[in-house]
């Protein structure tokens, strides 16, 4: 998986986050905004603010403070 591909519909755990309460929550992103990633996880759907944070994407682990970019902007910069 490339850095910055498309994150809707993969299934993603957050590793770490500055809200302990969230940290190992696993689920699939159902939206993303340029702050935060909507999860459906197994007890509903969690909104993960990215700031602060590492996703962990199949054997990919990512800072959530380089992905904070709308998701069209950041396939913008990555395609320049």
Not at 46 to 61: D, H, L, M, Y
Request: with cysteine; net charge positive.
């Amino acid at each position: 998986m490339r850095e910055f591909d498309e994150f809707l519909g993969r299934k993603v755990c957050v590793e770490n986050h500055s809200d302990r309460s969230i940290a190992g929550v696993v689920g699939i992103i159902i939206d993303e905004t340029r702050e935060t990633v909507l999860l459906s996880s197994s007890d509903g759907n969690k909104r993960v603010a990215k700031n602060n944070a590492t996703f962990k994407f199949e054997n990919t682990s990512l800072n959530g403070n380089l992905l904070k970019y709308r998701p069209q902007d950041r396939i913008r910069k990555v395609k320049k």
